[in-house]
T-cell receptor, first 115, second 115 residues
Framework: DTAVSQTPKYLVTQMGNDKSIKCEQN?????MYWYKQDSKKFLKIMFS???????INETVPNRFSPKSPDKAHLNLHINSLELGDSAVYFC??????????????FGQGTRLTVV | AQKVTQAQTEISVVEKEDVTLDCVYE???????LFWYKQPPSGELVFLIR??????QNEISGRYSWNFQKSTSSFNFTITASQVVDSAVYFC????????????FGKGTRLSVIA
């Protein structure tokens, strides 16, 4: 029944590794997002996809790449992980791309710890 | 700089009691947006409300109500006749330009409603 699901919930990995976080939504929404929430609770938009087309790309290092095999999935791949990548990453989806991203349905978050 | 303060770290109430969650914010901008999110034990973020700085009208949605007062920079959230399902962490957040600038979150208030 989960509307937006992310896996894994926790991810601990070493510097330099490549990792992926998966996100799936069963709401039939057209737009999906990735957010990074840092230790100060800032929630920053990283990417959004609308019908498999990237429509927002904030100043995110190119080590981060979103991959969307279909409109129900938006996976986040991270290359050469760095200590500063440690954060909680939230996936979200919304039906209306005109609505602010903050009114999306959020997943439970993935806590990434880079050691 | 923007800042959101939720002074109440944890609140416990007995079912059917009313409870108010405080939120005080700081910003130099005249235009800004305020949000409340609910994070139940399952972890996902649930959007509750968005209010822009030009709209000081209070809002009521079922058992939920919000009191926005620019004079005191507060955006408080009241749950009337609380229920066990209201138990969650509640976050207040602020953004100058939703979708383009980061959301600044408070540290959250953990609400426990006891049957």
């Amino acid at each position: 029944d989960t509307a937006v699901s992310q896996t894994p919930k926790y991810l601990v990995t070493q510097m330099g590794n490549d990792k992926s976080i998966k996100c799936e939504q069963n709401l039939g929404h057209d737009t999906m997002y990735w957010y990074k929430q840092d230790s100060k609770k800032f929630l920053k938009i990283m990417f959004s996809y609308n019908n498999k087309e990237l429509i927002i790309n904030e100043t995110v290092p190119n080590r981060f790449s979103p991959k969307s095999p279909d409109k129900a999935h938006l996976n986040l791949h991270i290359n050469s992980l760095e200590l500063g990548d440690s954060a909680v990453y939230f996936c979200a989806s919304s039906q209306d791309k005109e609505k602010p991203a903050e009114e999306a349905f959020f997943g439970q978050g993935t806590r990434l710890t880079v050691v | 700089a923007q800042k959101v303060t939720q002074a109440q770290t944890e609140i416990s109430v007995v079912e059917k009691e009313d409870v108010t969650l405080d939120c005080v914010y700081e910003t130099r901008d005249t235009t800004y947006y305020l949000f409340w999110y609910k994070q139940p034990p399952s972890g996902e973020l649930v959007f509750l409300i968005r209010r822009n700085s030009f709209d000081e009208q209070n809002e009521i949605s079922g058992r939920y109500s919000w009191n926005f007062q620019k004079s005191t920079s507060s955006f408080n959230f009241t749950i009337t006749a609380s229920q066990v399902v209201d138990s969650a962490v509640y976050f207040c957040a602020l953004s100058e330009d939703p979708g383009n600038t980061p959301l600044v979150f408070g540290k959250g208030t953990r609400l426990s409603v006891i049957a």
